[in-house]
Structure formats: structure tokens, C-alpha cells
């Protein structure tokens, strides 16, 4: 009978391998379901397409620059996203709960961050989101990028400051009720900002014209945040209406996502939805690429208009590519507690 006996060492060591593979699976899982909740905000497709948009606004003496590392900005839209997991201090960055503050949240939170912070704490701000003052700040940062003709930073700045600035032109960015999840309309975040856009908005009219300097840029952002909340409402209540009228599998349907059959909003849905709206996914989308436009001007204008036709060769640093892959490496590591070199 002994053989079928494991000695108390084996049976540790069994043990042992047991739960090291089902913490590394539910680590993966985990790991997985971060990948996939990370694909939130305007849709990875609007964010590219928004970057993208904001380079043909700008004048002569910045499109020599801009246009050509177009590609880079647009790929590089999505950044803040794929960092919301991975770095502390991101996923506030990406939103404000305005409902948090009560009924006058508008008068009541100060338009810049040390007043802010004075009146709330930094904690509690950053725990209700904090997208109104981040903009400010990577703004600021900007402006200082150009007056240092550092071309990785201007780059990388301003494909996160495009990031940002859309995100506030989102209505359930301004929300705790982002999803839906308060009111039972779970999935209502992507429907509106992701299938939406992939959906309808190639048909938009995205001419826009040039570029204008904004004097109060904090001013403006909080405006921006102000007409997304105010356009909130509608997004939830045209969403209950227009469910109550259809049968389940009607405001659904099944499509190949990426080769996997996935359940999406219905076509139909979608469009009866969108008809609701009236226009209102273009307005915000065409008001992101007006203010990221605008705003990567005005910093360029407050840093006394520096030549950026000496940098159109100087591309993004080396460094700073490898300073991302390194985050990148690093977030995993600690995700999965992986050691660099396996000590067993
Ligand atoms: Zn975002």
C-alpha cells in the first residue's frame, strides 16, 4: 500500500506544483481579462483616427514635422489605455466622476489642480478621476517639450495629450455610472464610443479648417467636460427607450471579432440608436479633433514657435522606445511575479 502513499516531500512538492500552475493560470486569466478591459475609451479605432485628424489642421510650419510622424501619432493614440493596468497613477487620468460632486459639480471643483487638491485632497481627486486637470498639466508639458526641442517627448506628449483630451469629449467619461452598471445597461460604455464610430463614422464630416490658439486653455477643457456631461443624460435614456421597444435578440446580434464570434449590438440597434443621438458621436468626435489640434498649436505658439523643420529627422528616440518596452516588460513581470532568471 506504501507505493500508493506520496511521502509528506512529495506531497508538498505535488502540492507545491498544483498550486504554483493554478496561481500562474488564474494569474493569466487575470492577465487576460486586464487585456481585454483595457480596450475601453473611444474605442482604440476613434483614438487612432482622432490623432490622426488633428495633423491635417495644423499649419505649414508644424505639418512639416507632424505629417510625417502622422503614423506615429495615431498608433500611439491607444498608449494611455494599454497603460491604465500597468502604471499607478494612469486610469484616473482618463475620466472624472462629476455626479460624485453633487448637482453644481461645475462651481463647485476649482479649474486648476493645486486649488483643487487644497479644497478636496489629492486622494479623493484622484479616486473620482482627474482627466480635466491631467490635460492641463501634459499641456504644460508639451509647451516645455517644444521650448526644448526634445522630439521624442513632443511625439510621445502629444500622441497622450490627443488620448486625454478625447476622453473628456466622451459622456460616460464624466460619470460613475460609466457603464451603465447603476442602471442596468451594462455595456452601453463600448456600444457608444467603440462600435458606434467603427459602425457610422466614416461617414462623418470631419472638415474642420485650420487651427485656432486657445487664450484659457483650462477654461475650454472644462467646457468640453461640461458639454459631455450634458450630453449624458441622452445616452442613457435613448439607450433604455429604444431596449424596452426590442425583443432581446433583436438589440443583439453574433459577428467575427478577431476570428472569435462575439455578441455585439445589433446593426439595427445600432442604427435606430444612433438616429436618436442626431449627430451627437460626430459632434463630440469632431469637437476632440478641433481641441487636439488646437491645443498642440497653442503649446507649440507659447513656446515661441520653435523651427520643427530642424527636428523632421530626429524621429522618437531610441531610448525612449526601449523605456516603454521596459514598463511594458516590467508591468508583466510583476503581474505574473515572473523572476527575470528562473532560480529553481
Ligand atoms: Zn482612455
Not at 489642421?57 to 501619432?73: G, I, S
Not at 484622484?126 to 509647451?143: E, F, Y
Not at 521650448?147 to 466622451?170: F, M, P, W
Not at 527636428?311 to 518596452?325: F, H, I, K
Request: proline share 3%; charged share 25%.
Amino acid at each position: 500500500m506504501a507505493s500508493f502513499v506520496l511521502s509528506p516531500r512529495k506531497k508538498a512538492e505535488k502540492n507545491r506544483f498544483f498550486f504554483k500552475n493554478a496561481l500562474n493560470f488564474s494569474l493569466l486569466t487575470l492577465f487576460l481579462l486586464l487585456l481585454s478591459g483595457a480596450k475601453g475609451h473611444w474605442g482604440f479605432w476613434a483614438h487612432k483616427r482622432i490623432n490622426r485628424l488633428a495633423v491635417f489642421r495644423l499649419p505649414a510650419e508644424m505639418q512639416v514635422f507632424y505629417k510625417k510622424y502622422t503614423d506615429y501619432l495615431s498608433e500611439n493614440a491607444v498608449n494611455p489605455d494599454k497603460r491604465r493596468y500597468a502604471v499607478a497613477g494612469e486610469a484616473e487620468r482618463h475620466f472624472i466622476d462629476l455626479d460624485v460632486y453633487g448637482d453644481s459639480a461645475l462651481t463647485v471643483l476649482p479649474k486648476y489642480w493645486p486649488a483643487a487638491v487644497q479644497k478636496f485632497g489629492e486622494d479623493s481627486l484622484r479616486k473620482h478621476g482627474i482627466v480635466p486637470w491631467h490635460i492641463q498639466m501634459a499641456a504644460s508639458q508639451l509647451t516645455t517639450a517644444f521650448r526644448e526641442k526634445n522630439t521624442s517627448r513632443i511625439l510621445r506628449i502629444s500622441a497622450d495629450l490627443g488620448h486625454y483630451i478625447a476622453d473628456a469629449h466622451v459622456p460616460l467619461h464624466t460619470t460613475r455610472n460609466y457603464n451603465g452598471q447603476l442602471t442596468a445597461q451594462e455595456g452601453i460604455h463600448g456600444f457608444w464610443e467603440s462600435r458606434l464610430p467603427e459602425l457610422f463614422a466614416e461617414d462623418y464630416d470631419m472638415w474642420l479648417g485650420p487651427v485656432v490658439y486657445r487664450k484659457d486653455v483650462a477654461r475650454d477643457i472644462w467646457k468640453a467636460i461640461e458639454a459631455s456631461h450634458a450630453a449624458m443624460d441622452s445616452v442613457l435614456l435613448f439607450e433604455k427607450q429604444l431596449t424596452a421597444a426590442f425583443k432581446t435578440d433583436k438589440k443583439y446580434s453574433f459577428e467575427l471579432r478577431n476570428n472569435v464570434l462575439t455578441r455585439m449590438h445589433s446593426r439595427e440597434f445600432s442604427e435606430k440608436y444612433h438616429r436618436m443621438l442626431a449627430g451627437q458621436v460626430a459632434r463630440r468626435m469632431r469637437a476632440s479633433v478641433q481641441m487636439v489640434g488646437d491645443i498642440w498649436y497653442t503649446c507649440w505658439i507659447d513656446a515661441g514657435q520653435p523651427d520643427l523643420g530642424q527636428l523632421v529627422d530626429s524621429g522618437p528616440a531610441l531610448s525612449e522606445q526601449n523605456a516603454e518596452a521596459a514598463e511594458r516588460q516590467n508591468w508583466l513581470q510583476r503581474l505574473l511575479n515572473v523572476r527575470p532568471e528562473s532560480d529553481d
